[in-house]
């Protein structure tokens, strides 16, 4: 254990899975949403329950009642149903980053992505982004592009820079959160760490928000499942990326 709650230090390395899960959440609003309308009218369509239509109230039985009732019931049922099939799609797709973190042989962090549309290689001294489907690789020494990468795929290995971060811990978990400020921009994050019951990081959870004159945006929703840690890693280079490490060292 650390200063942190955990002892990153002892992860060598790893391979992750990580999904979004923004869109099943946003397509979780759309269905209940109007399911939840839905539900509420057709509780009083069934109790016979009167309403006031065009500022006159209105009975079970009278025409003007049944056609409401039915054309309403129709609508926001048929828009619940249409998000239903988005909805587990989203939430059952196999579409998920692939996550390596490893070593050079100068014993450099490294971390390598592979997703459906990009290949990311990321060390302390080089970016590479090699985007699949315009054929188009991409090279960056920016320290704070690199930075910025490491964090997004691997939080704690810029976690002793971050300023107020406020953590957590329970047994099995473990959660950091902190905020960042650029004018009236104020981003937050939030990580949840889930341990096994020897103490071994097998996932976590980020969460990521921006707030500005009191709105709110989810900026990030993402889950990452710990595949295996500390074995023999072989990371499998997209062969771009493999072409231009050899260009480099």
Request: avoid cysteine; charge should be positive; hydrophobic fraction near 40%.
């Amino acid at each position: 254990m650390t200063e942190f709650g955990y002892d990153f230090s002892k992860i060598r390395n790893l391979k992750m899975t990580r999904k979004n899960y923004v869109v099943p959440f946003l397509m979780m609003i759309f269905f209940f949403t109007p399911f939840i309308i839905f539900s509420v009218f057709f509780g009083l369509y069934l109790t016979d329950t009167p309403m006031e239509i065009n500022e006159v109230v209105t009975y079970p039985g009278s025409m003007v009642y049944e056609n409401f009732m039915i054309t309403f019931l129709l609508i926001s049922g048929g828009i619940s149903l249409a998000f239903i099939l988005p909805l587990l799609l989203s939430l059952f797709s196999k579409n998920k980053d692939i996550i390596y973190l490893g070593e050079t042989v100068d014993l450099e962090r490294i971390v390598y992505v592979e997703s459906k549309n990009k290949s990311i290689y990321v060390s302390p001294k080089t970016l590479l982004i090699y985007d699949k489907k315009r054929e188009q690789l991409t090279k960056d020494s920016s320290l704070a592009r690199i930075n910025e990468y490491f964090s997004m795929y691997i939080f704690w290995l810029n976690l002793d820079q971050t300023q107020k971060l406020k953590i957590k811990a329970t047994t099995r978990k473990i959660v950091y959160s902190y905020k960042e400020h650029d004018g009236s921009l104020t981003l937050q994050k939030r990580y949840a760490l889930k341990l096994d019951d020897s103490g071994q990081l097998i996932g976590f959870s980020e969460q990521v928000s921006t707030y500005r004159y009191g709105n709110s945006n989810i900026k990030a929703m993402n889950h990452f499942q710990v595949i295996e840690t500390n074995g023999s890693l072989q990371i499998p280079y997209h062969s771009k990326i493999s072409r231009e490490l050899i260009n480099i060292f």
